[in-house]
């Protein structure tokens, strides 16, 4: 590719709205554009990039025996009737009519249509087991997309379903695409962890995150560094023991109203039977800025009523006041549903003291209840004393010094980047559907599921959030816009740096080298400017002065410096 030919438009200033790093520099270097909020044009630059993951997933779905199709993104209401996910899934399903005013959904993921497509294809043990997979817009109408590709409205996902006759044989396809997924993020040259997440109502451990590590990743994972213990705080949670635990819970604890810091002391406080309209209690705090400071801070304590299932609820699971946790206000809603005016009554007498950056401390005379008239509970008191800052090291059920449940080591806590998904679905769907197959014995089985996703268009994002400096993007070379640039210095002036130029250019391209020749006849500070902010991991530029002494500069994206080297040897730097 010629930069004369190609397109590239590379600003100064990232846009206001920009809250992370990857998105500043994905819209700096031209990689994307913003049309909505959280839709973006993929500009060419982009394009590539994205291509570049497409290719490395489709691979290795391929060679782990995934079959591709592709699935329409627009899809008739009746599937998801069938599931009840059509009513089921709240604001986050985009739905839509057409001219007869009969309904459809655009795509969030398509586990109802493959269920279909299986229950009509799909009629013999013998076809099994089968996956099926696609790359293909998706839309979830997020309540808040933000940072750019990494929660966009619309996006791409890579999204894979397995079939199976039997359990084992599900349990086994599951394990091949979780290895899978490790060549691919192996490939992809990023530093992530695969973490056991939560498999929800199904149960079982058969659901695993992979994690891009980054400072401004929205999930917190949980690991042990001597052991292979990771899982996602949800699910690290749901396995820790109620009750005190780590130095907050502690500290609560200590500072708590007398009589007032039990599950069934709340119940009383509330006056309602325990484990009936008391599901849940939960803290949220909101908005953090980049550097992981929260700028602005809610509180709500929810009283929730016997319509929530909490075992369906992925927040905070409350077995007593020692087990709540913190979850953000938007993971609150994406899970119920529902608007903050709704959740809420949730009002303060008093404004909450903030003591670090994550914990808020507790106060007295809370008013909560429900958003409903009649259903306030006033002057309820959490702790009379606010506890020493360094005594609240996490209000989290699970805090870092814990001992691992493997009895290893102890836990640390990490943020991370969900890149990829992988789930065992059992006969959830099957049966919904009625889905299923003629089994050996002649009989009807419904079909044992899985299904795995890849965030396409989010993990450049993941990748830059990993790789970047004051410059600009680092790439890893697999997913580079391009391998190479070979930046001539003065080819209007110099027919030899013209000539090598063009010469290396060609040799590169002929020996498979994805490069591009600065063509532009930009000035070298502009033009280095543009290649660093964009990052290309591999640079040759190109002098007259070096080519006196038969050599070429060689700069490999990280090195503080050039150096000098044959032309005939560059292929060797940059394969
Ligand atoms: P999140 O917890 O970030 O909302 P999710 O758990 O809802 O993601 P899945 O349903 O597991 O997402 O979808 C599979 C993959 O699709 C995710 O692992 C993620 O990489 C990607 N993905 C999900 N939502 C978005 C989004 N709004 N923008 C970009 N990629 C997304
Ligand atoms: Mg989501
Ligand atoms: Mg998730
Ligand atoms: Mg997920």
């Not at 808040?144 to 084992?168: C, N, T």
């Not at 077995?319 to 009554?345: M, N, Q, S, W």
């Not at 070979?486 to 080819?491: A, D, K, Q, S, T």
Request: proline share 5%; net charge negative; charged share 25%.
């Amino acid at each position: 590719m010629k930069a004369s030919q190609f397109f590239i438009s590379t600003l100064k200033e990232a846009p206001a709205d920009a809250e992370v790093v990857s998105h500043k520099l994905m819209t700096r270097a031209g990689l994307i554009k913003k049309l909505g909020a959280g839709i973006y044009n993929y500009m060419p630059m982009g394009l590539r990039v994205i291509r570049k993951v497409e290719a490395i997933v489709r691979e290795e779905m391929n060679r782990a025996g995934a079959v591709e199709l592709t699935m329409p993104v627009v899809q008739p209401a009746e599937l998801w009737h069938e599931t009840g996910r059509f009513d089921k899934m709240g604001p986050e399903l985009l739905r839509i009519q057409d001219r007869h005013g009969r309904d459809f959904v655009v795509q969030p993921t398509s586990e109802e249509v493959i269920t279909d497509i299986a229950r009509q294809e799909l009629k013999s043990y013998k076809q099994l087991p089968k996956n099926f997979y696609q790359i293909q817009t998706k839309f979830r109408d997020e309540r808040r997309p933000r940072f750019g590709l990494m929660r966009g409205r619309e996006f791409i996902m890579k999204d894979a379903y397995s079939f199976d006759r039997d359990q084992a044989s599900a349990k086994a396809s599951y394990q091949i695409m979780a290895q899978a997924y490790r060549r691919i993020f192996d490939r992809f040259g990023l530093t992530y962890r695969a973490v056991a997440a939560d498999s929800g109502a199904i149960g079982g451990d058969l659901s695993e995150e992979f994690q891009v590590i980054a400072a401004t990743g929205e999930d917190a994972i949980v690991y042990c560094p001597q052991s292979d213990y990771a899982a996602n705080m949800e699910k690290a949670e749901a396995l820790a023991p109620a009750g005190p635990r780590g130095a907050a819970t502690q500290a609560l604890t200590k500072t708590a109203t007398p009589g007032k810091s039990t599950c069934a002391d709340v119940a009383e406080l509330l006056g309602v039977p325990l484990n009936t309209t008391v599901k849940s209690l939960v803290l949220a705090t909101d908005e953090t800025s980049e550097a992981g400071e929260i700028v602005k801070t809610q509180v709500w304590l929810l009283l929730l009523r016997g319509d929530h299932d909490m075992n369906e609820i992925k927040v905070g699971k409350v077995p007593g006041l020692a087990g709540f946790r913190f979850a953000t206000v938007g993971e609150i809603e994406d899970h119920f549903g529902c608007k903050p005016g709704y959740l809420g009554p949730i009002g303060l007498k008093k404004p909450l003291k903030i003591v670090a950056d994550r914990e808020v401390a507790l106060m007295a005379d809370w008013i909560c209840g429900a958003n409903e008239v009649d259903f306030h509970i006033t002057g309820v008191n959490w702790g009379r004393d606010l506890p020493e800052p360094d005594a609240v090291a996490d209000l989290r059920n699970v805090v870092a010094g814990d001992r691992s449940p493997d009895g290893k080591g102890e836990l640390a806590i990490e943020r991370g980047i969900e890149v990829g998904h992988v789930f065992y679905l059992g006969t959830k769907y099957s049966k919904d559907m009625n889905a299923t197959f003629l089994g050996d014995d002649g009989r009807p089985a419904f079909f044992e599921m899985g299904c795995y996703g890849i965030g396409v268009t989010r993990l450049p994002a993941a990748a830059i959030e990993q790789n970047h400096d004051e410059r600009g993007i680092i790439w890893p070379d697999a997913i580079a816009p391009f391998t190479v640039v070979v930046c001539p210095v003065g080819m209007d002036r110099s027919e030899a740096v013209k000539a090598t130029a063009e010469q290396l250019y060609a040799d590169l391209l002929a020996a498979g080298v994805d490069v591009i020749l600065d063509d532009r006849g930009e000035r070298p500070g502009a033009m280095f400017a543009d290649w660093e902010l964009i990052g290309v991991p591999h640079r040759v530029t190109i002098g007259d002065k070096s080519l006196k002494d038969g050599v070429v500069e060689y700069q490999h994206r990280r090195d503080p410096a050039a150096t000098k080297v044959a032309v005939a040897d560059i292929l060797a730097h940059v394969k």
